[in-house]
């Protein structure tokens, strides 16, 4: 028998109250698998994301980490149990340094691994005595990626990561996350706008309509057809 993958969620539905904004999810991700979570504005790909933390409502459906369902479990459970979550509101904790940021992200690794951030964002290590409130938009992003990815979780669900970095400090990220998946020991999920980066990251695609997942398969199939494509993501999603 094959272990269970990482994450696989089955017929989820969730959202905000009574009102269901994802319908009937059903994905999963191997083990060092990179997916893919696109689609236009206010389809529900951060609703998805929340779900899975914890943080908007499950109305039916399964999560399950590694084979067990984490469903009723609260976030801080699923945290603890190896879901990491980069939300895309930035999540950083404004009156400490960025160094104090990383140290809470470290959970019980050895302080040692904070160069580990700094490898990643050397931004970050030039400004590591700064209060998090006085970074720049996109030094926030790389902060809050950073802390998150330091506690090493099993499944990373990112959404949005990219947004307000600089073309090269993208091209970095994407690599040094690459690389975490490599060793098959995290998942990433990924949500993103920027299409043709998240398809030179993920071999696989979900894409997400009205709540509903529409597509899903190999991104190289997704890439070479283009009207799929611009049906559901919009003309013009190529750069
Ligand atoms: N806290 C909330 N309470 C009620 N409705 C919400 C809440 N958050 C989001 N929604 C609604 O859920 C729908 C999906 O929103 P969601 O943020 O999941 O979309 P998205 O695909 O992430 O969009 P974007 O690409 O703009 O980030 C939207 O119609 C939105 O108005
Ligand atoms: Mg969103």
Known sequence: MSAAAPLAVEGLSAGYGATEIVEGASFAVPAGGRLAVLGRNGVGKTTLLAALMGLARRQAGRILLDGRDIAGLAT??????????????????????????????????????????????????????????????????????????????????????????????????????????????????????????????APETIVMDRGRIVWSGPTAALRGDRDAVERHLGVGSFR
């Open 76 to 201: 801080p459970e699923r945290a603890r149990l190896g879901l990491g979550y980069v939300p895309q509101t930035r999540d950083v904790f404004r009156s400490l340094t960025v160094e104090e940021n990383l140290i809470a992200g470290l959970k019980d690794r050895p302080r040692a691994a904070l160069d580990e951030a700094y490898a990643m964002f050397p931004r970050l290590g030039e400004r590591r005595r700064q209060t998090a409130s006085l970074l720049s938009g996109g030094e926030q992003q790389m902060l809050s990626t950073a802390r998150t990815v330091l506690g090493r979780p099993r499944v990373l669900l990112l959404d949005e990561p990219l947004e307000g970095l600089a073309p090269v400090i993208c091209d970095e990220l994407m690599a040094a996350l690459h690389r975490l998946t490599e060793s098959g020991s995290m998942t990433i999920l990924l949500v993103e706008q920027q299409i043709e980066r998240a398809f030179d990251f």
